[in-house]
Structure formats: structure tokens, C-alpha cells
């Protein structure tokens, strides 16, 4: 069936683009609606203080000034993904825990005046001892950000497989080293905003979001309005890569300011407030002991990994899992501890990030590299020594259906001319290898599967309803494409309503790899369901068996006698006469092990599916500058099945640049609690003068359950690009690198630490 | 505030108007004219997501003023096809992939424009080093690069 596919499979133009191209394509701070408003938060100049007090007084009479919320004005709901995380108020009460926290939100006619009466707002504060460093947060007699979390540690992750001592006790070699990581910023280009609009009871929402049926379930428990009167609506996405997945302070501030004033009123951050007051990454510790036979197989891992979480949970128990399971996913660990501690610091509110883990990863990668060297190995073959195939399971318990770590890591050796790992002249050229396996289909135990209408109307054409979101990857296409396939109509006769949470049904966002996997069944099989049925009518027609018939260029039409055909919309219209229009349903829900908690029970299958990836990287380094340049990057990523080739490598040549060339440039600075670098000139980003020549590699592993084989596309490239290229660096210099980015000052750190003899 | 009369040209069209002496071109654009194609990534002239055609260069209208404007001939996004047909940079920038979420894509093609537009037949170094003036957080940029390239005119066997 495969071989006769049409529309899936081909580099295809995506369905979004032209309207982006022409500048039609309309983002959140392009709307305008009529008598809107302009809104400006206050925001908290400390890091942690108590509010005795909030006087809006004069800034109210403050000619077109039209509402100040405060706390006040909601409902005291505190969000968190889980009930066990629930702790961020959205606008601050009695305490302020970081600089830039909302504590007060005005709506006036226009920004000058919102940005005016910010000033009259009167705000006593009793500031308090506040803690920035999680090492110093964990210390016994620290200040406490939140009651409820003894020694400030938000969640503590402990999982444990087999009997790690006594493998390490057996181990031919054993290796300890401690990695740490500084956060980034996802520095999506589109900067944070919100359109609120509140009238017959209704509340309509646009702002950048990577899950509007997830936001509008939040909204509606913190507002205390049912679900079906918070109505996210579709809107461009400008870049997500994490920071959209979870309802943001913006979205209740916005809420309450339309509530409370009954007009539309827009929030637009600045660049400045989209760092310090839109989610941020993870900053990591990661002490790594690794214990191996002679023969290089890994037989005990013992992690203990601490994040830094910023003032809330946010995702709390997510982030402090993610780079472990994705770790455990790629490589056969027969025995590990894992101890992941997400610590509260007076510093900004935290989410999951695409490139989520780098000191953990690259610290991983780096040390195999290390081990490989010590027993004479290459470090490919200690690789696929250890590199789990389909059929076996993870070290908690999660069958690998397809894929597996081997091919994608032959593939991209092959391209790469992989040198064998050997230790070039710095100013040479020194490869390195960073491997990765994703979840795709991964609920994680508060999202939904997805589910799909389509009608076909009375001219043949379709409309496909699906609560899907693009946030920038291609989604939108996918689905239309997947449509087009199984409906035998060209993507133009497609009209996709989508992200809509008044007419959409539940889906589980674009995050975590679940679009093509869930979301693209869901949409095949609403599609499928429509075709069966004009498939019923048109053989009730012909007089031709339903099973030899098909859908295909707009026409019914007979497997075996191409001549026994008929349009298709000469069935659509027979079925309205009929009283019985065609009208399909879908849905799908990965299978998984519902009782797996990320706390409480961390065992089971976890994720319908595991995407598996291998980047190799090609650097040289000047020992006298520490500058890294990056000639030549080669990934292979197995999708599954690519439903637009075009769009999978698109998402594995920004990985390249959003997590590989991060890994030398890419940190968020802090002083006592303000971030010093939150905008684009100071917070230095990859350009096009920066990337490497990239090749990238579509494997394909067909998964038995994806949409036409599909998993997802591109994640693994942004789960090792950054490991990759931390490896060649290791590999060209021969010295430990324990501090991630590569930035020059850093590197050559490195090589006098190593010079003195600090390093082993 | 005070208010400075200009005169320009816009996408073809000729506008008058009496601006506000602080506001930027990006504003006039983005909030009177309602050009929303035109795209506010940074304020600070860092990202290059407002580039528009200034004169036929590419300038960046979220650090220009309004009055600075005056008696200029302005090319945004909304300006570049010509009725139905669009402009090669846009149909090649849909044909190569190089298009994601789509915030950066009007400040690139416009920058891309003004490049193809001095120089119809830029090396690739050249088109790289053209296209680092703006930043795009989705690409990689490799599919922006071959998109510009596609467009250029065919270059000479070297």
C-alpha cells in the first residue's frame, strides 16, 4: 500500500506557508479588535518579598486608565500540571518569589498610559532572604520560598533498577565526573502575547500556545468559568521549542482585565519580559557513575542530577525526569539509580525545553567517550555495544517497537566518514558522537489522546477538524496531507479547522512528540471512517463489493476495473439526499501503562512509540582562543515514516542550530537574581555564518502503529546535537570539559585545569 | 506631543501623515497603516524580524523613526507580490521548506530581496553573509540559504 501513495512521503509546500510569505499570516500581537485595550503588567523589582500592601488608587484616576488587577480579582487557585505541584498563583498574593513576577496587571486605551499608571501603583514590600544556587537552596537553615517544600526541593525523583552497588563492586572500570550545565533561553522569535476578549459570557483567547485545549482547561479552573465558555481560538505560532506548552501569568492577568473591564484587551511583552517573565530552561548538575565490563557493556549507572527550578513547580516532576528517560530509552542500562532534585530558587518560573538536558546528556555521551578511550574502544562500537533494539525494554520497562539506537548510528558514521573516534591535532578536524532515543505518544499522565471530525461536503470538498496545533514545525501540512492521502483528494480540496477549543476535541498539544503519532492516527482514522462510508454508498451504486473499491483523484473507483469509477461528490450529494451525510469520527490514544507516575510509580510502558537518533559532529578547536568552529554536522533521525521529508529535516537542521551550535554560545547569566542577558543582543544566538554544512538522515523504521509508519520528526537530532558536538571538542582536546556551553573562556579553562593537572 | 508631517511612499502608495515625533517606522507601519506583515521580534534592532525596504535596502523599521521616513520609498511583505504573482524569493521560500513558524520569514525575505537586488548574482558566502544579518530560531537556516540561492540568477560556471 505504501508503494502507491500519492501525497504522504513527497517534499510537499506546506499548507501555512503561503500566507507566510505575504505577511498575512497573523500572530497574537496582530490583532486588533475593536475598542480593545492595552495592557501592562507590574512586575516584582525583588527576588523575594513579602506584599504588605497594594494601592491602586491613583493610577486609576489616571485619565485612560480603565482597570488594575491585582490577586484580589481572582480566585485564589494556585496552577500546576499536578495536583501535588500545585503552587503558582499566576499573580502574585502575599509573596513575591522572582524578579519580574506579575504582581499587578492595567488595561488603559493605550500602552503610553497602561505604562504610566504602572508607576502610580503603590507596592510595600518586606523583602526577605532569598537563595539563587540549588546546592545553596538544599543547605539546612536556607531561606524557604514555599512552605510546603522542606529544604526548597520541589520534587524528588527516585528510580532504581537491579543492584547498582554490587554491579559496580563487579566492574572491569568505573568512572565518576560531574557535569554542569547553564539554562538557555528558548528565544522564540515571536515575543509573548495575549488577546482576551470576554463578552456574552464567553471568553475568547489568542496567544502563542503549543496546546490550547491544555490552556484552556488551566484558564478555566483558575477563572472558575466552565471549560466550554474559555475558548482558545487559532493563531500563529512564532516558535515554541517548550516555552508555549503551559499556561503562562499573561494568559490570567489578560483574563481578568477583559473580565473585569468587558472589553478585548491586548498583552504584547517585550523582548526583555519574554526572558525574565515567559518560562525559561533548566539550569542542571549531573554527577554521573558509570560502571562496564572489559568488553565495554554498561552494567551499572548511578545519576544524581539537580535542577534548578525557578520559583514554581511549572512541570515540575517532567523536567526532572526527561533527560534520564530519553537517556535510558537509547542505551540497555541492567542495572541504575537515578536521584533527579528539582529545587526552588528565587529566580523565574521554569519549562520543558526541546534541547532539555545537555549537562546530563553530554555529560553521558562525554564520558562514554572516556571509558571507550580507557578499554580501547571506538566510541561507535561502545555505542552499539549498549544501544537497545526493538523488542527489549527500557530500564523501566517501556517495549521498544521499532527503530532502535544501531541504525541511525551506521548511518550517520557512514555519511560522516567516522574517523573512529580518533583524537585529531585541535586545529584538525576531531568527530564526535552524541545518541539519543524520544518518547512520541507520551500522555504523561495529565494529557489526552487525540480525536478528529471530517465532513465532506456536497461539492466533494472536505473539512477536516482537528484540535492539532503547528506551532512552527509543520503540523497543520501533516494533517491535511494524511487527509488527502486516505481521502484520494488533493491537498487543496482540504480547508483544516484546527486549535480551536470551541470546536475541536480534545488533543495533546504539540509537545512531547505526539502530533504525527496521535494526533496524525486520529486524523487518519476520522478520515478513514469517511471513506468507508462513501465507500458503502458508491458500492450500493456500482454494485460493486465495498472491499474493491477505492478512493483516488476525487473519484471512486474500482481496484480491479479501473473503467468502474464515479466521482466522489456524486456519493457525497446521493448521501445528503439519503438523510445520512458523510461525516467521520477518529481517535487514538497511545498504549500505555496507565498506573506509571512519574513520582510514585516510575515503571511501565511509558510512550506508544521511541524515535532513535545518532549525530556526528566535526569541529576543530584554537587552543589559543578556545574558539570551537563546527564544519561539517551529520544526523540521522528515524521518524518512522516521513509524512513531508521536507518538514523532518527542516526540524533536524534547526535542531543543529537550537541545540548543537547552542552548546558553544548559548547561556542565560544571573546576578543575584536578575538575568543579565534577556535580550537578543547580549543573548548571542546561532546566525547562518555560524551553522555547519549539514546532511541530514531520514531513517525509516516504520513503526507498526504510527500514521503510515510515522513516530515524529527531528526531536532526537535536538536531544544529541549538543552532545555531539561536546564530544568532538572532548575528542580533539583530550581534556575534560565539565562545563557546558563550550563558550572560548570555558574551553580554555578546560586546558589549563588539565595543564595543572586538575583533570584526570 | 509634537507631531512632524511626513510624506512617503509605502508598498506604491503615497501617505501623508502627521506622526508622533517618537514613533518608529515599525509602529506607523505595524499600527496606523495596520502592514501587521511587518513583525516586532526584539525593539532593539538585534533580530532583524522588521526589516523592511527602505530606498531598496534593507532596513530595520523597529530603530528608525517614522520622521526619519520622510520622502522615502518603503517595500514591505504585503508589497513585494505583484497582484496574483508572487515574487520568486516567496515562491522559492515555500518551494525549499524554508519557511517554519514563520515570524522571521518576511524580515528575511526582504533582506534576501535586497540583496538579489544589488547583486543578482551573489556567491553563497555572499547570501550567507547577507542573511546573518537576521535571525531565524527554526531553520538552521540551511532552507533559507537554498531558497536564495535558487532565486539568484544562475551564476557562471566557477
Given amino acids: 500500500m505504501k508503494d502507491q501513495v500519492t501525497v504522504v512521503g513527497k517534499r510537499q509546500r506546506r499548507t501555512d506557508s503561503l500566507s507566510k510569505v505575504t505577511g498575512q499570516a497573523l500572530y497574537t500581537a496582530d490583532l486588533k479588535l475593536p475598542r480593545m485595550l492595552h495592557a501592562k503588567v507590574l512586575r516584582s523589582p525583588h527576588p523575594h518579598a513579602r506584599i504588605l500592601n497594594i494601592d491602586a488608587g491613583k493610577a486609576l484616576r489616571l485619565p485612560g486608565v480603565k482597570a488594575v488587577v491585582t490577586s484580589a480579582d481572582g480566585h485564589g487557585v494556585k496552577w500546576g500540571v499536578f495536583k501535588y505541584t500545585q503552587d503558582h498563583p499566576m499573580i502574585a498574593g502575599d509573596k513575591v518569589r522572582y524578579v519580574g513576577e506579575d504582581v499587578a496587571g492595567v488595561a488603559a486605551i493605550d500602552e503610553e498610559t497602561a505604562l504610566e499608571a504602572l508607576d502610580l501603583i503603590e507596592v510595600e514590600y518586606e523583602p526577605l532572604p532569598a537563595v539563587f544556587d540549588p546546592q545553596e537552596a538544599m543547605a539546612e537553615g536556607a531561606p524557604l520560598i514555599h512552605e510546603d517544600y522542606p529544604r526548597n526541593i520541589n520534587i524528588h525523583v527516585h528510580i532504581e533498577v537491579g543492584d547498582v552497588e554490587e554491579a559496580f563492586a563487579k566492574a572491569h572500570l568505573v568512572r565518576e565526573d560531574t557535569f554542569n550545565a547553564a539554562g538557555e533561553a528558548y528565544s522564540t522569535l515571536e515575543p509573548y502575547a495575549v488577546v482576551a476578549d470576554f463578552r456574552n459570557g464567553y471568553l475568547d483567547l489568542w496567544m502563542p500556545n503549543a496546546s490550547p485545549h491544555v490552556r484552556a482547561k488551566a484558564l478555566s479552573n483558575l477563572l472558575k468559568l466552565p471549560l466550554n465558555r474559555v475558548r482558545v481560538r487559532h493563531i500563529n505560532v512564532g516558535g515554541h521549542f517548550g516555552s508555549r506548552s503551559e499556561v503562562s501569568p499573561g494568559d490570567f492577568v489578560t483574563s481578568l482585565l477583559a473580565l473585569k473591564t468587558g472589553r478585548p484587551v491586548r498583552l504584547s511583552l517585550t523582548r526583555e519580559e519574554n526572558a525574565t517573565c515567559t518560562r525559561q530552561v533548566h539550569p542542571m548538575k549531573a554527577t554521573i557513575k558509570t560502571g562496564v565490563s572489559k568488553d565495554g557493556t554498561i552494567t551499572a549507572k548511578k545519576f544524581k542530577v539537580v535542577y534548578d527550578g525557578g520559583a514554581y513547580s511549572s512541570t515540575g516532576p517532567i523536567a526532572t525526569s526527561i533527560p534520564y528517560y530519553v537517556y535510558e530509552e537509547a542505551y540497555r542500562l541492567p542495572n541504575v539509580t537515578y536521584d533527579g532534585y528539582r529545587v526552588i530558587t528565587n529566580k523565574g518560573i521554569r519549562g520543558m525545553y526541546g534541547c532539555h538536558g545537555r549537562g546530563f546528556l553530554g555529560g553521558n555521551e562525554m564520558q562514554l567517550d572516556m571509558i571507550a578511550r580507557d578499554l580501547g574502544m571506538d566510541p561507535m562500537e561502545i555505542r552499539l555495544k549498549n544501544g537497545l533494539t526493538p523488542g527489549e525494554q527500557t530500564a523501566t520497562g517501556s517495549v521498544i517497537k521499532s527503530g532502535g539506537l544501531a541504525e541511525p548510528i551506521r548511518k550517520a558514521a557512514e555519511a560522516a566518514d567516522w574517523n573512529g573516534g580518533k583524537s585529531g591535532s585541535p586545529l584538525g578536524t576531531s568527530q564526535g558522537m552524541g545518541c539519543v532515543a524520544i518518547m512520541c505518544g507520551f500522555p504523561m499522565g495529565f494529557r489526552s489522546g487525540s480525536s478528529c471530525y471530517v465532513k465532506i461536503n456536497d461539492d466533494g470538498q472536505v473539512t477536516l477538524v482537528s484540535g492539532v496545533v503547528d506551532t512552527g514545525m509543520g503540523n497543520e501540512s501533516m494533517m491535511v496531507q494524511i487527509a488527502a492521502e486516505v481521502l484520494g483528494v488533493p491537498i487543496e480540496d482540504i480547508n483544516l479547522v484546527n486549535a480551536d477549543t470551541e470546536i475541536t476535541n480534545l488533543d495533546p498539544g504539540a509537545y512531547s512528540q505526539s502530533a504525527a503519532f496521535v494526533g496524525g492516527n486520529a486524523v487518519k482514522n476520522a478520515c478513514e471512517d469517511a471513506k468507508n462510508q462513501i465507500l458503502e454508498f458508491a458500492a450500493a451504486k456500482l454494485n460493486y463489493p465495498a472491499e474493491d473499491l477505492d478512493l483516488k483523484d476525487r473519484m471512486v473507483i474500482s481496484k480491479t476495473d479501473p473503467e468502474k469509477k464515479m466521482p466522489m461528490r456524486w456519493v457525497v450529494r446521493e448521501a445528503f439526499f439519503q438523510g445520512r451525510p458523510i461525516a467521520g469520527t477518529g481517535a487514538f490514544m497511545p498504549k500505555i501503562d496507565f498506573q506509571r507516575e512519574w513520582v510514585k510509580k516510575p515503571y511501565g510502558q511509558m510512550a506508544g512509540t521511541f524515535s532513535y537518533g545518532c549525530s556526528v559532529a566535526e569541529v576543530s578547536v584554537d587552543p589559543e582562543t578556545g574558539l570551537v568552529t563546527v564544519p561539517r554536522f551529520t544526523t540521522a533521525h528515524d521518524c518512522g515514516y516521513p509524512i513531508n521529508p521536507m518538514a523532518v529535516e527542516g526540524q533536524m537542521e534547526g535542531s543543529v542550530q537550537q541545540a548543537g551550535m547552542a552548546v558553544l554560545m548559548e547561556e542565560t547569566r544571573w546576578s543575584e537574581g536578575h538575568l543579565l542577558n534577556p535580550d537578543l543582543l547580549e543573548y548571542k544566538m546561532p546566525l547562518a555564518c555560524d551553522m555547519p554544512e549539514i546532511e541530514s538522515i531520514i531513517v525509516r523504521s516504520e513503526d507498526p502503529e504510527g500514521p503510515f509508519g510515522a513516530k515524529e520528526g527531528g526531536l532526537t537530532t535536538r536531544m544529541n546535537a549538543h552532545s555531539a558536538i561536546a564530544c568532538a571538542v572532548h575528542t580533539a582536546l583530550g581534556v575534560p570539559l565539565n562545563e557546558l556551553p563550550l563558550t572560548p573562556d570555558r574551553v580554555l579553562k578546560a586546558i589549563d585545569a588539565a595543564k595543572k593537572g586538575d583533570g584526570k | ?158
Avoid at chain 2, 47 to 65: D, E, F, H, K, M
Avoid at chain 2, 118 to 135: A, C, D, F, Y
Fill in chain 2, 1 to 158: 506631543m509634537e507631531k512632524i508631517h511626513v510624506t512617503l511612499t509605502v508598498n506604491g502608495d503615497r501617505i501623508e501623515a502627521d506622526v508622533p515625533q517618537f514613533q518608529t517606522l515599525l509602529e506607523m507601519l505595524r499600527d496606523t497603516l495596520e502592514l501587521t506583515g511587518t513583525k516586532e521580534g526584539c525593539g532593539q534592532g538585534a533580530c532583524g524580524s522588521c526589516t523592511v525596504l527602505l530606498n531598496g535596502r534593507p532596513a530595520r523599521s523597529c530603530i528608525l523613526l517614522a520622521a526619519e521616513a520622510d520622502g522615502a520609498d518603503v517595500v514591505t511583505i504585503e508589497g513585494l507580490a505583484e497582484g496574483e504573482r508572487l515574487h520568486p524569493l516567496q515562491e522559492s521560500f515555500m518551494d525549499k521548506g524554508a519557511v517554519q513558524c514563520g515570524f522571521c520569514t518576511p524580515g528575511m525575505i526582504l533582506t534576501a530581496k535586497g540583496l538579489l537586488d544589488r547583486n543578482q548574482n551573489p556567491s553563497k558566502t555572499e547570501i550567507i553573509t547577507s542573511v546573518s544579518s537576521n535571525l531565524c530560531r527554526c531553520t538552521g537556516y540551511k532552507k533559507i540559504i537554498e531558497a536564495v540561492e535558487a532565486t539568484a540568477a544562475p551564476s557562471d560556471a566557477t
